[in-house]
């Protein structure tokens, strides 16, 4: 039986970053995630998966453009600036003091990441389809 006030696809206490696979940053950003969370804190799920157009369903984000990054943790969902500060915080060493950022009015820190995330694309490139995770990173990211 699972428990219908999680949101799908995830455990109790499980924290998911929900990110753009077709993004080249994006995907830049998953694998520092991963080099940088050894003890594998964060699951991942793109959002053009199943799970990721599921959880999508649940927050209500819209599921056919998706212009930020996406971070559930004890359900609640937390978005952009909120989203990144909230993951770097739980990063080890040097990376967490990245979260002081915080100091600065959300209106400021969300204009910032809406710049980027609007055009990371141009700047950054697209893949033409997802990425699929090496085996060895596979059970970092969300399944059936």
């Given at each position: 039986?699972?428990?219908?006030s999680?949101?799908?696809?995830?455990?109790?206490?499980?924290?998911?970053?929900?990110?753009?696979?077709?993004?080249?940053?994006?995907?830049?950003?998953?694998?520092?995630?991963?080099?940088?969370?050894?003890?594998?804190?964060?699951?991942?799920?793109?959002v053009?998966?199943?799970?990721?157009?599921?959880?999508?369903?649940?927050?209500?984000?819209?599921?056919?453009?998706?212009?930020?990054?996406?971070?559930?943790?004890?359900?609640?969902?937390?978005?952009?600036?909120?989203?990144?500060?909230?993951?770097?915080?739980?990063?080890?060493?040097?990376?967490?003091?990245?979260?002081l950022?915080?100091?600065?009015?959300?209106p400021?820190?969300?204009?910032?990441y809406?710049?980027?995330?609007?055009?990371?694309y141009?700047?950054?490139?697209?893949?033409?389809?997802?990425?699929?995770?090496?085996?060895?990173?596979?059970?970092?990211?969300?399944?059936?």
């Amino acid at each position: 039986m699972t428990d219908q006030s999680l949101p799908p696809f995830t455990q109790a206490g499980e924290r998911v970053v929900l990110f753009d696979g077709l993004c080249k940053l994006c995907n830049g950003w998953v694998k520092f995630l991963i080099r940088h969370d050894p003890q594998q804190r964060f699951r991942l799920a793109s959002v053009q998966s199943v799970q990721g157009q599921a959880l999508l369903a649940w927050s209500g984000l819209p599921s056919e453009r998706f212009d930020t990054m996406a971070y559930i943790e004890d359900g609640q969902l937390l978005v952009r600036s909120d989203a990144l500060l909230r993951i770097v915080a739980q990063l080890p060493g040097p990376w967490r003091l990245l979260a002081l950022l915080r100091v600065l009015p959300r209106p400021v820190r969300d204009w910032c990441y809406n710049r980027v995330a609007l055009n990371r694309y141009r700047l950054f490139g697209r893949y033409d389809s997802c990425l699929l995770p090496s085996a060895d990173h596979e059970r970092r990211f969300l399944h059936d």
